[in-house]
């Protein structure tokens, strides 16, 4: 799957927020690609950035308080930073699909679910209203929505979570997009309509060869539909790796925390849950060490110092780290200079 | 009306007992009601005091509907709601909003439920100014120890919502539900939109704040390993009906219901090695929809284990085993005691 042609590249994103108490550092220097059919995995802990830097590289964060202070968006290889407002309309929801964290603000309450999935056939693909509506009905059904015909009439407040969730998917899905950003799409449903949705998105993968970047805190998800797994702290990159390595083999102490926080509805029941202790940093400026280094486990001298690079550790498998958290050699080894 | 077939061991504080919300289907130029949406359909449950009910179900099978007409933000068709002395269902507003400082909840779209011109002191510290009579710094030690309960950090307090990530807007809820030292809370997927490590310390918080005050909770949530940590029984929902409930640790271990079977089996593993090999129930046929619903059991569309009767007859809610009730025609029972969600 992942040897198709690069759809997107995103180099050395980084993004800022002003705000009264200071410059807030959201983004520092993000960096990922994806090739056509490819589903990129995004995890990490909330707050670290995944969504802003979706946002920022579909131009949807309003300026100021958001600053995008350097970088390239390269969507088939034009870039979303300098092509323009106008550019970047059209091609947001025609070329480029996306469904946002937060389904209930970002469906417009005043205007029914079916005119909302209608306007992008209409204005991106010049539908008539018939056979838009014919598409939209089409496109609700697919979501699995019951009653698709008569509930397009209905307005959002009238869906429940999960419903909202899926219009947001159906509209995202309505153009046939080159590339979907999806972020946290299916928090709210239950796992048998999620089956369903992953299986909608792995078909899409096959037959138009979409290029998928899904966030998500479902690590289940992640293992079931990724190709490539990427995972956030602190705005950066931490690591990113071809998902069966993630799982088997991660490298970084951030990584291992988090696999260790999962619960499980099969193996035997924790009495306590584990959580990552501490709070991840405020970053009031660029990062100038590793900013998981107070909460981590195997942290040394070093890791104040610099701010670790992201390195191939085995085949394009990349970790922001100064030590090598390989399995086979479960205690740190220092391995790389730096300093 | 039969006794409640699958009660918890110690006195209910909540209980729910033939719970209906029909939202109507208006249609024509005139808005004439033409039909209704029959989101909950009758169900009925107890949870006791300290105790922590799970409901799962299918996306729009009706439970924040069931969540919202126990604290009456919706309005009940039919049915009773009582918790501790009180009789929800028929409190007057002014005797409602007195009891409101008890009952609270997380709700499901964080966004939507925080207003943008306010700060997230000033978002805590709300119900305080609204129910209680504290001092100004009173207050904000207070808010101050609410964030740091959920895990935000103090610098925060300042800020308004759009500028937080949208697990760190739901832990803003949680910490506004928690100002008022509720008995109940209804937490309609409060960890859906958190990191797994967050999610842990929501829980945990949660699980603490039980054991020292005795909270009692109805968990909405999809997410089955979460609900198998955190729930004492569970409530499985489709379509308006409750068609299983009981004990945790059995209905993980041997579901009854077809449907709560199908449900369980779809969960994914968070390891792509073990995902690539479980056994899955795959649901086929028509799912249908509320305003419709089909004869006889509300899951015999597309039920695997589907036979003639199911199309024609609901079925009857069957005490299996102490504290636990199911509703379906393959499932014997000793009793029938017909209240657990059947029609
Ligand atoms: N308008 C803003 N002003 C200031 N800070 C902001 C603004 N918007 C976002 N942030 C900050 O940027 C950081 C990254 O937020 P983002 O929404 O990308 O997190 P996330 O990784 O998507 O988290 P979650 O998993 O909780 O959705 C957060 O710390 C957030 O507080
Ligand atoms: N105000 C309303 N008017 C009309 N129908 C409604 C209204 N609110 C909810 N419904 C319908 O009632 C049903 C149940 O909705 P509810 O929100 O309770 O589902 P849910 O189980 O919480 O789903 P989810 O898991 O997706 O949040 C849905 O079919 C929904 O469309
Ligand atoms: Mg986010
Ligand atoms: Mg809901």
């Known amino acids: ?339 | 009306m039969a006794e409640p077939s699958a009660a918890p061991a110690a006195a209910p504080l909540v209980s729910v007992r033939d719970l209906k919300v029909h939202f109507p289907i208006l249609s024509g130029v005139f808005r004439r009601r033409t039909g209704a949406v029959r989101a909950v359909d009758g169900v009925s449950f107890d949870i006791a005091a300290g105790e922590t009910l799970g409901l799962v179900g299918e996306s729009g099978c009706g439970k924040s509907t069931t969540g919202r007409a126990m604290l009456r933000l919706v309005e009940p068709t039919a049915g009773t709601v009582r918790i501790g002395d009180d009789d929800i269902t028929t409190a007057p507003p002014g005797h409602l909003r007195r009891l409101r400082p008890a009952m609270q909840m997380v709700f499901q779209d964080p966004q939507a439920s925080l207003n943008p011109r306010m700060t997230v002191m000033d978002i805590i510290a709300e119900p305080l100014d609204e129910h209680t009579r504290l001092s100004r710094a009173e207050k904000r030690d207070k808010v101050l120890d609410l964030m740091d309960a959920v895990g935000l950090s103090a610098d925060f307090a300042g800020r308004y919502p759009h500028a937080f990530s949208g697990g760190q807007r739901q832990r803003i809820g949680i910490a506004r539900a928690l100002a008022l030292n509720p008995r109940f809370i209804v937490c309609d997927e409060p960890i859906a939109a958190l990191d797994v490590s967050i999610q842990a310390q929501v829980v945990n918080l949660l699980e603490d704040l039980q054991a020292r005050f005795g909270l009692t909770y109805l968990f909405i949530s999809h997410d089955l390993s979460m609900v198998r940590h955190i729930a004492d029984r569970v409530a499985v929902m489709y379509l308006g009906h409750i068609v299983e409930i009981a004990p945790r640790d059995d209905l993980f271990a041997a579901p009854l219901h077809p449907y709560t079977e199908a449900l369980l089996s779809a969960v994914p593993e968070h390891d792509p090695a073990a995902e690539a090999t479980r056994q899955r129930i795959i649901l086929t046929g028509d799912v249908p929809s509320p305003a419709r619903p089909p004869a006889g059991c509300a899951f015999s569309t597309r039920c695997p284990k589907v036979q003639p009767v199911c199309r024609t007859t609901a079925p009857a809610t069957v005490v299996t085993a102490p504290g636990r009730a199911v509703a379906c025609h393959l499932v014997a029972g000793p009793a029938a005691a017909g209240s657990v969600g059947a029609s």
């Open chain 1, 1 to 339: 799957m992942a040897d198709g042609p690069t759809v997107l590249d995103v180099r050395d994103l980084k993004v800022v927020f002003a705000t009264r108490a200071g410059e807030i550092h959201a983004v520092n220097r993000v960096s990922f690609d994806l090739k056509a059919g490819e589903l990129l995995g995004v995890v990490g802990e909330s707050g670290s950035g995944k969504s802003v830097t979706m946002m920022a590289l579909l131009g949807l964060l309003p300026s100021p308080p958001a600053e995008i202070r350097s970088g390239q968006v390269l969507f088939e290889g034009e870039d979303l930073v300098t092509c323009g407002a106008r550019r970047l309309k059209a091609i947001r929801g025609h070329r480029i699909g996306f469904v946002f964290q937060d389904p209930m603000t970002s469906l417009n309450p005043v205007f029914t679910v079916g005119f909302q999935i209608m306007e992008p056939l209409r204005r991106h693909l010049g539908l008539d209203k018939a056979r838009a509506r014919r598409r939209a009905a089409e496109l609700l059904d697919l979501v699995g929505i019951p009653d698709a015909s008569r509930r397009l009439g209905d307005y959002p407040h009238q869906f429940s979570g999960g419903m909202r969730q899926r219009v947001m998917i159906a509209i995202a899905l309505a153009c046939e997009p080159r590339l979907l950003i999806a972020d946290e799409p299916t928090t709210a449903l239950d796992v048998t309509i999620q089956a369903q949705i992953l299986e909608l998105v792995r078909d899409l993968r096959r037959s138009l060869g979409m290029a998928i970047v899904w966030i998500t805190h479902d690590l289940g998800v992640i293992a079931g539909i990724a190709d490539r797994v990427m995972v956030m702290y602190a705005g950066q990159v931490v690591e990113m790796a071809p998902v069966r390595d993630l799982f088997a083999d991660p490298r970084h102490p951030y990584t291992r925390a988090l696999l260790a926080t999962v619960p499980s509805v099969r193996g035997p029941r924790a009495d306590k849950l584990q959580a990552i202790d501490g709070q991840p940093p405020l970053l009031l400026a660029h990062p100038a060490a590793c900013s998981f280094a107070p909460r981590c486990a195997h942290a040394a001298g070093s890791c104040a110092v610099a701010n670790p690079p992201r390195r191939p550790v085995m085949p394009a498998h990349e970790v922001a780290c100064v030590f090598d958290m390989a399995r086979a050699r479960p205690a740190p080894v220092l391995d790389v200079a730096h300093g």
